[in-house]
């Protein structure tokens, strides 16, 4: 029998504010809270309240949600670039009531990223950086956007199509993740990549090879040809965010409330909980998540 287990690649271990933090800034007591602010494009901006959701079923205490900053379809250097009297993830790092500040650029490298990272150390020595790898609008590699043939998107790709649809950008992404960390991390980490491409593709493949119940079409994940989410991918999106977040498994929590609103009846319990196994499979075996699954037989 599998017994899983996590630990994370670096240890930070520090007090910022009333929480004290273990490796990769993550709480030493698993259920206390983290202070999490987000500069969203709406790749992400639906996993604020659906975190939160998560967060309370998992009893994590305090869990508290400083700030969301919405911009569609931005860089993360338009974020940084706000006037001064607009930028409320400048007035929050600036703060220095932070823990963990989470951005959604499309391509990289994207010189706003860094911009938040100095800041924010500034500020909050102990703080972390956590990065979404969004997968692309159109079914494109994001490192493309936004080129695309938005009007009609072949959604029903085939496993060796889907293998190659996002690797450029997951490249550059952590080719970024890399040069901050050597640069501003004094030998330990403090950014983070949440793999949402990568689980994607995971789950994608899954519904080709008619493996995942519940999903006969790929289609069915995406509500436009912007590819914003349906509410399993929220779900899925989600579940990783916390598993990165949080260092902790998602499998066993209850259904969100984004699937039950939907009532269909295929997403039911066991249909979300394959979708929490796809989330911690992809996030505890991707070594920029911050978290390393082991298993013992």
């Known amino acids: 029998m599998l017994r899983w287990m996590w630990f994370t690649l670096m240890t930070l271990g520090c007090l910022t504010g009333a929480v004290l933090l273990q490796s990769g800034g993550r709480p030493a007591d698993p259920s206390q809270g983290l202070r999490v602010f987000y500069a969203s ?19 994590i205490k305090d869990h508290k949600l400083v700030g969301l900053q919405k911009l569609p379809a931005s860089r993360t250097l338009q974020h940084w670039n706000l006037p001064a009297d607009q930028n409320q993830a400048k007035k929050a790092l600036a703060s220095g009531e932070v823990d963990a500040f989470v951005m959604s650029p499309i391509q990289f490298p994207d010189a706003g990223v860094e911009h ?49 649809l996002h690797a450029r950008n997951i490249q550059a992404a952590e080719a970024q993740a890399d040069a901050i960390n050597q640069q501003y991390g004094g030998g330990k980490k403090v950014l983070f990549l949440v793999p949402s491409a990568q689980a994607l593709v995971a789950l994608r493949t899954r519904i080709a090879n008619h493996e995942f119940a519940g999903l006969t079409k790929q289609g069915d994940l995406f509500r436009d040809a912007m590819s914003h989410p349906t509410a399993p991918l929220e779900a899925l999106n989600t579940y990783l965010h916390y598993a990165v977040l949080y260092g902790q498994s998602p499998v066993g929590l209850p259904m969100p409330g984004s699937l039950k609103r939907d009532k269909r009846p295929e997403w039911d319990e066991k249909f979300n909980r394959s979708l929490q196994e796809v989330a911690w499979e992809t996030v505890a075996t991707y070594p920029y998540s911050g978290v390393i699954e082991t298993t013992k037989r």
């Open 41 to 59: 494009n709406s790749g992400m901006w639906y996993v604020p309240d659906g975190l939160g959701e998560v967060a309370e079923a998992a009893r």
């Open 116 to 164: 938040f990272v100095q800041l924010g150390l500034a500020h909050n020595p102990k703080m972390r950086f956590l990065v979404q790898i969004t997968w692309g609008a159109g079914d494109i590699d994001n490192q493309d956007f936004p080129k695309g043939a938005f009007a009609v998107v072949n959604r029903e790709k085939t496993p060796d199509q889907l293998r190659q």
